[in-house]
């Protein structure tokens, strides 16, 4: 077959609007996922905004014309709910509660993982599942239960109460997100690390853990977020006023400051400023840590 000039042109100019279509086509559906997700983020920032620009506003202002931007911006209603309504109690009880919680949980998941995923020992599966059920019971209905075995340690109206609380019950999901990622991590790395004389704690702290990061971020956040939200077990298991969360704290707060909506705005943003600031700083690992072994 002979090819002339003719034929390679109307080769090409058949070939060619086919793909430039098919670019096009892509291209035009990017555009519209891309701008309905950012609708779809304008809507979800759209009332907190609103939250955070009322906070500088005084509440006549609010009551008037609860829109613009403030014009004379004021902290006094940070100061009336940081020391007037106790929110500063509130935030140190929530913040203890919160970080000593996500530290203990993820303190004992981290070598539990890594055991269960690395090493081969009688009994590892038993164990494994034994770890995996506890995903199984639905946290609110051992509210009681609970509630009986600290009022036997003498723990309620306690801080300590709620981190038992919230560390045992942290472990299931942090070892379960933790195992499958140490299983991707090579088994070269241990070998050459003992190697180079190593032991298993060095290995696990110095090789296992760093490699782990983004896992360690992702868990973390997961377990920050619904402790630092949780309103039933404090309500259930703290008594005086002193030891109150934010969640239970902003409740009592809502009742004496309803009149008062600039207040009532500046105490919702103390409550979601922490879980703003460790998206920020956490959303690289996080976005790493959900995403690991989608391209392999």
Same mark, same amino acid.
């Given at each position: 077959?002979?090819l002339?000039?003719?034929t390679?042109e109307?080769a090409?100019d058949?070939a060619?609007?086919p793909?430039r279509r098919?670019r096009?086509?892509?291209?035009?559906q990017?555009?519209v996922i891309?701008?309905?997700?950012?609708?779809?983020a304008a809507?979800c920032?759209?009332p907190?905004?609103?939250m955070?620009?009322?906070s500088?506003?005084?509440?006549?202002q609010?009551?008037t014309?609860?829109?613009?931007?403030?014009?004379?911006p004021? =902290?006094?209603?940070?100061?009336?709910a $940081?020391?007037?309504?106790s929110?500063?109690?509130?935030?140190?009880?929530?913040?203890?509660?919160?970080v000593?919680s996500?530290?203990?949980?993820t303190a004992?998941?981290?070598?539990a993982?890594?055991?269960?995923?690395?090493?081969r020992?009688?009994?590892?599966d038993?164990?494994?599942g034994?770890f995996?059920?506890?995903?199984?019971i639905p946290?609110?209905?051992a509210? =009681?239960p609970?509630?009986?075995?600290m009022d $036997?340690?003498r723990?309620?109206?306690s801080?300590l109460?709620l981190? =038992?609380i919230y560390s045992?019950n942290?472990i299931?999901f942090s070892v379960f997100?933790?195992?499958?990622?140490?299983r991707q991590?090579?088994?070269e790395l241990?070998?050459a690390a003992?190697?180079?004389?190593g032991?298993?704690?060095?290995?696990?702290l110095?090789?296992?853990?760093?490699l782990?990061r983004?896992?360690?971020a992702?868990v973390?956040?997961?377990?920050?977020?619904?402790?630092w939200n949780?309103?039933l077990m404090?309500l259930?298991?703290?008594r005086?006023?002193?030891?109150?969360?934010?969640g239970?704290?902003?409740?009592?707060f809502f009742?004496?400051?309803q009149?008062? $909506?600039?207040s009532?705005?500046a105490g =919702?943003?103390?409550?979601?400023l922490?879980l703003?600031?460790?998206?920020?700083?956490?959303?690289?690992q996080?976005?790493q840590?959900?995403?690991?072994g989608?391209g392999?």
């Open positions: 077959m002979t002339t000039l003719d390679v109307r090409r058949g060619t609007p793909a098919r096009g086509r892509w291209s035009a990017a555009v891309t701008t309905v997700l950012w609708l779809y809507v920032v759209l907190l905004l609103t955070i620009l009322n500088f506003r005084t509440h006549l609010i009551a014309d609860p829109w613009p931007i403030p014009t004379d004021t =902290l006094e209603n940070y100061v009336s $940081w020391a007037d309504a929110f500063s109690r509130y935030a140190l009880n929530s913040i203890l509660i919160t000593s996500v530290a203990i949980s004992v998941s981290l070598p993982a890594y055991a269960l995923a690395r090493w020992f009688r009994g590892r038993a164990l494994e034994l995996m059920s506890g995903l199984l946290f609110m209905l509210i =009681l609970m509630f009986y075995l $036997w340690l723990l309620i109206d801080p109460s981190i =038992l045992a942290g299931p997100v933790l195992i499958s990622f140490f991590l090579p088994g241990e070998e003992f190697l180079d004389g032991n298993h704690f060095t290995v696990f110095r090789v296992m853990v760093p782990v983004p896992a360690v992702t973390v956040v997961f377990r920050f977020v619904p402790i949780d309103f404090p259930v298991m703290l005086s006023r002193d030891n109150y969360t934010l239970v704290g902003l409740t009592t009742g004496e400051y009149n008062n $909506w600039a009532l705005f =919702l943003v103390i409550t979601t922490p703003l600031v460790l998206f920020i700083l956490a959303t690289r996080i976005i840590g959900l995403t690991a989608i392999k």
